[in-house]
């Protein structure tokens, strides 16, 4: 099955900087990484998909990137706000032709004013 | 958007007594529904998924009989901790998909056990 890795386990950073979170699996090559933001006693919400044949995605303020050689998504925030203190996960299918997702251990974010 | 309601969101309970929590689609039919289980500061381990009117699959080391799963409906599953002991007690979330093109799951706010 999938292994995934978050390597930071807590990332500090100042408001109006950029945030990078790195994610590492090890086994096959998934058809999709996606990324998840989950705040305290909460359930995680869905933020970013990328695909295997796309090297880089974007919505508002985030930035994911996909390296299917190195195994290796980046998650970008940029101009970050205290209020993007969270932990943020990444996730893929546990296995080839399962639907069920496996999560990374996550990164937790907190942005300094 | 998507929407997953869980219900209770905590619940206290006795050693030995069963919780259920419910786990709704509000505003599509969700084909599969998964259950995780969340320790403080870890992430998410599934336990098992569940697909409309059929038996759930469950994970390598969750106990079936302890962990009831229903799914009778494409709005509704439900988890049932059976003769709960204080080392369940967890942060229980479940997230639906409606089964149609990437895997992307809608998750409820999670329900905290806590068994005395």
């Known amino acids: 099955s999938q292994k995934i890795e978050q390597n930071s386990e807590a990332l500090n950073i100042q408001e109006g900087k950029t945030a990078t979170l790195t994610c590492n699996y090890t086994n096959y090559s998934p058809a999709y990484l996606q990324w998840y933001r989950q705040d305290p006693g909460r359930g995680p919400v869905f933020l970013l998909l990328i695909r295997e044949n796309e090297k880089e995605k974007r919505k508002e303020r985030l930035k994911v990137t996909f390296d299917t050689t190195l195994k290796q998504s980046l998650f970008h925030i940029t101009a970050s706000q205290p209020a993007d203190s969270a932990t943020y996960l990444c996730a893929l299918a546990m296995d080839t032709g399962r639907r069920a997702l496996t999560f990374g251990s996550g990164t937790r974010l907190q942005v300094q004013p | ?116």
């Open chain 2, 1 to 116: 958007g998507a929407v997953v309601s869980q219900h209770p969101s905590w619940v206290i309970c006795k050693s030995g007594t069963s919780v259920k929590i419910e786990c709704r689609s509000l505003d599509f039919q969700a084909t599969t529904m998964f259950w995780y289980r969340q320790f403080p500061k870890q992430s998410l381990m599934l336990m098992a998924t569940s697909n409309e009117g059929s038996k759930a699959t469950y994970e390598q080391g969750v106990e079936k009989d302890k962990f009831l799963i229903n799914h009778a409906s494409l709005t509704l599953s439900t988890l049932t901790v059976t003769s709960a002991h204080p080392e369940d007690s967890s942060f229980y979330i479940c997230s639906a998909t409606s089964g149609t093109g990437a895997n992307v799951l809608t998750f409820g706010a999670g329900s905290r056990l806590t068994v005395l």
